[in-house]
């Protein structure tokens, strides 16, 4: 994958690096070529090296819950996606009172967004391990944008409403958005480049083009300014007993 230069998503992931007080804001939009380079190869054979031409996805996490059920087809030249009849429940186990999407991925396109991993967020993390069950396929373009704006309406208040039209055009202007099949990178834990203490929500969303042969990589995550540990609160209790000592003392 190669990093393809343009000022105006520049521009956007410049504005979506801020600190509103409540946290502090960390996006970028990034355009990336198909085309392999460096160690593409290696990691295409490492993951094509498996006989199952399919994958299974995760059900998008913006979808789990929805009361929307039946089947579901997602853009011009996308396959149909079936609903399962399960949700996750407050103690983490899954109920079958209500539907999620099931997905498939072919390891090509397995292959494009874990490339774009590895560069985006080279040399700090390593994808190559990483499943397709660690990826969604989202169910339209419009169910995406409005993740997207519940997430950036908390973080940047009124302020979303005039960035919005900038943001979306400038993402049609460089991958078009109607051609395009939308994936989001949702892991666990130990492999979330953004799973730190203090992460209040993140997204990983990837624009695939096949046309264009391009991936646009739409990622963010908000970070909370109120972040405390136990140590800083023993040390803080510590403080407070030490000023008491010496009001008594004093006394």
Known sequence: MKLLQNSKLEGISASLCVNNGECVLNGRVESYSCKMAGNDKRLYKLITNDGNELQALSPPQTYIGSPVSGTLTVGPNSMPV????????????????????????????????????NTAFHPDYDFTDAKSDEFSREPSLNWTMSSVKSNLSAALGDSYSLFEQQLWSAIEEEIQLKECEIYSYNPDLDSDPYGEEGTLWSFNYFFYNKKLKRILFFTCRAISNHLSTGDDDRDDDQDGDDDFMEDMELG
């Open 82 to 117: 079936v609903f399962v009849r399960s949700v996750s429940t407050s103690s983490g186990a899954y109920a079958s009172d209500q539907p999620h999407l099931c997905n498939t991925i072919n390891k090509k396109i397995l292959f494009h967004l874990i490339s774009t991993l």
